[in-house]
């Protein structure tokens, strides 16, 4: 017991107040990792995404590079990841993934990479508050910032990547350590074809920030900015090389002003200001309460600091204007591109305060009040995020069926199900699904373009569950209707339980 | 002096307000846990009730008679009419009591025209009522317990006339057009058996002349 008081002591000593994030560090994950592991295992967690990188990772330690089955013929026309989007970044996940390649390696390795921003967030509200125990404390407080875990329980993605890598650029960038900033930039790049306006915008925060031209903090940050512009292009460039089908989103995000695209917002904001304005205003309140969201557990201080929230503008633009849903809620990793520049604005705040000497509140005290605030809306947050996937509503009976189901399926076997279930066997070449078809009569008339090309392919087993979620239950309809009936002489029922049926192709 | 005891008096009001929403949140949070256990317990028994009524699947079938109206298309032949095509919806009613998830398909079986003075006799056997879209039948993923659908279905008639006999023009004659079978299937994916129940419906169309 006294070794242990010594070692920690001795850490204490070394580490100063750092130590204290490495251990919420270590906390976050293993927390989170346990309750997306639960989610998961129930059958709930954001499924398409992480099905989609399984596939794509596991197929890669197979000799196929990124391929993945779901977007074949959608947004990709060979099947490669990185066509739907540029993120190589996710490559970096390869070596622990091969250690153990299932989809809960996956989401302790995103944990991970989320909770490691709490490093560079401690380290730069220690440099601009000069204090290691508020610095320490704002660490913590961005690990339990809940627009933070809308990024973490959405599962394994880029932007897992991308909100820690914002966070070293904007530190090494106002240091300047313009080696680790080299490094950092490229990765930061790799993240996503989105993350490229967002530190274009970092650049200008740190022209903004370094002010003189002969600082090199300032040159640093022209170069980021002359060679985010190319890049922008490059990434677009690998998508078409990588065998991007050139279509937009199927959300139709920004329908209402007439553009496909982000790169179409501007033309069409100029042209169309009517339906910019109407596609602002569109659920208003739902994008009201996101802001409010964002900026309450920070008691809207950033609002003084909005030099820091610089960055977060390119989102916010591109959300604010969109009809879709996810853009402008907690839910989903989309909050991954606003929540680094929320907690720098809150930075610029403090520090503004601190200079102020009629603000009578100590900075480590309005600290301690900000932890409070956050510490009471995660609690009040995320057991609205929890109902929405039934987290104490396991049902274990049921998750065993379709686990008993999954194991009578031969390891090699070509497989066809719903999102739900997908994650779970796309450890293969040939695992197939569905988006679920009420996302969009779009979507359902690719779903059923997928199907009928999918007959060809003379598909082995079929999984369904018809007792799962709705969204899930209309996929599982789909493919029995569409895809089991038609070729019902060809296909045998093998098995059947609580809603779950397993069909296999007749020999 | 004053001016501290204020600022402590806030203090503990903070204090109390932040220590209440905690303890509210934290019974919130009980409150939720326990009715989401009693929801699954209660999910539990009734699963354990649908159990007992145990494997037959009971199927009940019928329809309504349907009117395919006026003619959508009229073909002639020597400026004689010879041929009208009607359509319009039929309405099911199914109920099936069933302890397992299972499919219904319902589809269109054959159609037995009827004899009528407006109709070819002739080419009476050629009057054909099929589904006019390219469902060739109706499924539903039933859960256990009781379900019942009411599929609408669309149907095409293709009926040859009688040259010699049409109704008077401006006047339009309603009659019946013949009996069309269908067939309801439940297939019980547990069990992997099959109940099925034929049913009909009879079919009239209206007669008008342009």
């Excluded at chain 1, 530190?199 to 022209?207: P, Q, R, S, T």
Aim: hydrophobic share 50%.
């Amino acid at each position: 017991m006294s070794k242990m008081t010594k070692t920690a002591k001795g850490l204490r000593t070394r580490l100063g107040f750092k130590v204290y994030i490495l251990i919420a560090i270590l906390i976050y994950t293993v927390v989170f990792s346990i309750v997306e592991i639960t989610l998961y295992r129930s059958f709930r967690i954001f499924t398409w995404d992480l099905g989609v990188f399984n596939q794509a990772l596991w197929n890669t330690l197979h000799g196929r590079f990124l391929y993945y089955t779901a977007d074949i013929g959608i947004y990709t026309k060979t099947g490669s990841l990185l066509a739907a989007h540029f993120m190589p970044i996710i490559l970096l996940a390869l070596p622990p993934y091969a250690v153990c390649p299932t989809g809960e390696t996956l989401l302790v390795i995103s944990t991970l990479v989320v909770a490691i921003g709490a490093l560079p967030a401690y380290e730069i509200a220690n440099f601009f508050l000069k204090n290691e125990k508020t610095a320490a404390m704002l660490g913590i407080f961005y690990l339990l910032y809940p627009p933070l875990q809308g990024v973490t329980l959405s599962g394994f993605s880029a932007e897992s990547f991308a909100v820690t890598l914002f966070f070293f650029i904007v530190y090494y960038l106002i240091k300047p350590d313009l080696k680790k900033l080299a490094l950092v930039v490229p990765l930061g790049l790799l993240t996503h074809e989105a993350s490229v306006p967002v530190i274009a915008f970092i650049a200008l925060y740190g022209m903004l920030y370094h002010r003189s031209v002969k600082n090199k903090g300032f040159q640093a940050s022209l170069v980021i900015l002359a060679i985010c512009v190319p890049f922008f292009f490059f990434a677009q460039n690998m998508r078409i090389f990588f065998g991007w089908t050139g279509s937009p989103s199927l959300w139709h995000e920004w329908a209402l002003m007439g553009a496909t695209s982000t790169s179409d917002l501007p033309l069409k904001i100029f042209l169309n200001p009517v339906g910019a304005w109407n596609s602002l205003t569109f659920d208003g309140l739902a994008k009201l309460a996101y802001l409010v969201v964002l900026l309450l557990p920070v008691l809207f201080l950033p609002l003084l600091g909005l030099r820091g929230v610089i960055p977060a503008t390119p989102f916010l633009f591109i959300s604010l204007l969109s009809g879709y849903r996810l853009y402008y809620s907690l839910e989903g990793h989309y909050t991954a591109f606003v929540v680094p520049f929320i907690f720098l604005g809150l930075l610029h705040a403090l520090r503004r305060l601190q200079g102020k000497p009629r603000f009578r509140i100590s900075i480590l005290k309005l600290t301690k009040l900000i932890l409070l605030a956050c510490v009471i809306s995660l609690i009040v947050l995320l057991p609205l995020i929890y109902s929405q996937y039934q987290i104490f509503n396991v049902a274990g009976e049921h998750d065993n069926i379709i686990r008993s189901f999954i194991l009578r399926i031969p390891q090699n076997a070509s497989v066809l199900t719903q999102s739900n279930i997908f994650p779970h066997i796309s450890d293969r070449p040939d695992a197939y699904t569905i988006a679920p078809p009420i996302w969009s009569p779009e979507y359902e008339r690719i779903d059923k373009e997928i199907l009928q090309n999918l007959s060809k392919l003379n598909v082995k087993y079929v999984l369904l569950d018809f007792s799962s979620e709705s969204s899930f239950v209309t996929t599982a309809n789909l493919i029995y209707i569409d895809f089991i009936i038609p070729n019902w002489n060809e296909y045998g029922l093998v098995g059947a339980k609580d809603g779950v049926v397993l069909f296999c192709l007749k020999t | 002096m004053k001016n501290e005891k204020t600022s402590r008096m806030h203090k503990r009001i903070a204090l109390n307000l932040v220590v209440i929403i905690l303890v509210a949140n934290a019974v919130l949070t009980g409150f939720n846990v326990y009715l989401t256990v009693q929801f699954n317990q209660n999910l539990a028994n009734l699963g354990f009730q649908s159990n007992t009524y145990n494997s037959t699947s009971v199927l009940i079938a019928r329809a309504d008679d349907a009117n395919l109206g006026k003619p959508t298309t009229y073909f002639s032949l020597d400026g004689v009419i010879q041929q009208t095509t009607h359509y319009g919806m039929l309405y099911a009613s199914i109920q099936v009591i069933n302890s397992h998830y299972g499919a219904l398909t319902i589809w269109l079986k054959d159609f037995n025209a009827a004899e009528s003075e407006y109709l070819s006799p002739e080419r009476l056997n050629d009057t054909e009522v099929s589904s006019a879209d390219e469902k060739e039948s109706h499924t539903y993923i039933l859960a256990p317990g009781l379900n019942q659908p009411s599929p609408q279905l669309h149907l095409k008639a293709q009926v040859y006339l009688n040259s010699e006999n049409f109704p008077p023009k401006g006047e339009s004659v309603k009659f019946s057009l013949g009996h069309l079978s269908l067939e309801a299937e439940f297939l019980d994916f547990d069990t992997q058996t099959i109940v099925a129940k034929e049913f009909s419906a009879e079919i009239f169309i209206v007669l008008e002349m342009p």
